[in-house]
């Protein structure tokens, strides 16, 4: 199985700030490799896919890019909407392992 | 753009049963694989089950294989998630999702979830 460690488990920051979220893979996994932002109450939401591609309709702050197996979420400019816990998921195996998630708070 | 809405989930006892739906509109839903995933009280995301365009190939996590049993009704536009030998480690709130295959695969839209409470 593909394990995904993401860092921080959680970061403060303030509006304004620019902020990096970090995926590591077990083992590569080319750029099969998704990002997802989860509000409480809420379903999650597709950010990026394919580790750089944004998501039709997602605001150009949040980008995403890939060195082996580390994957990276930036926002480069942080709105009080983007206040949410963030996850990884591969897709390179039939297991799609989420990433355990980073809450992002104020 | 498509709509998901989940139903069926509620309090059962350990060792029950209970069988959720999703229904799915705005877009051809036989083309698409479909998933479930989950999300425990203060937990993260767990992909649950996946289920291919016609039924082709099933899948399912570690955690729920031989309990649980995916299934689709293409003419209604429905998935289905027949959870048996419930535990209280399933508790959560499962989400219906559809996947979308173009290399690489991801999901890009999910139902608002059902909540599933095992407990005695």
């Known amino acids: 199985d593909i394990q995904m460690t993401q860092s921080p488990s959680s970061l403060s920051a303030f509006v304004g700030d620019r902020v990096t979220i970090t995926c590591r893979a077990s083992?590569?996994?080319?750029?099969?490799l998704n990002w997802y932002q989860k509000k409480p109450g809420k379903a999650p939401k597709l950010l990026i896919y394919?580790?750089?591609t944004l998501q039709t309709g997602v605001p150009s702050r949040f980008s995403g890019s890939e060195s082996g197996t580390d994957f990276t979420l930036t926002i480069s400019s942080l709105q009080p909407e983007d206040f949410a816990t963030y996850y990884c998921?591969?897709?390179?195996?039939?297991?799609?392992?989420f990433g355990q998630g980073t809450k992002l708070e104020i | 753009d498509g709509q998901l809405v989940e139903s069926g989930g509620g309090l059962v006892n350990p060792g029950g049963s209970l069988r959720l739906s999703c229904v799915a509109s705005?877009?051809?839903?036989?083309?698409?694989?479909m998933q479930w995933v989950r999300q425990a009280p203060g937990r993260g995301l767990e992909w649950v089950a996946d289920?291919?365009?016609?039924?082709?190939?099933?899948l399912y996590a570690d955690s729920v294989k031989g309990r649980f049993t995916v299934s689709r009704d293409d003419a209604a536009n429905s998935l289905y998630l027949q959870m048996d030998s419930l535990r209280v480690e399933d508790t959560a709130v499962y989400y219906c999702?559809?996947?979308?295959?173009?290399?690489?695969?991801?999901?890009?839209?999910w139902g608002q979830g059902t909540l599933v409470t095992v407990s005695s």
């Open positions: 999702a559809r996947l979308v295959t173009n290399r690489p695969p991801h999901i890009d839209c």
């Open positions: 705005g877009f051809r839903f036989n083309y698409y694989s």
């Open positions: 289920v291919s365009s016609m039924s082709s190939y099933i």
């Open positions: 083992r590569p996994i080319s750029n099969y």
């Open positions: 394919a580790a750089s």
């Open positions: 998921q591969e897709s390179y195996s039939d297991f799609y392992t």
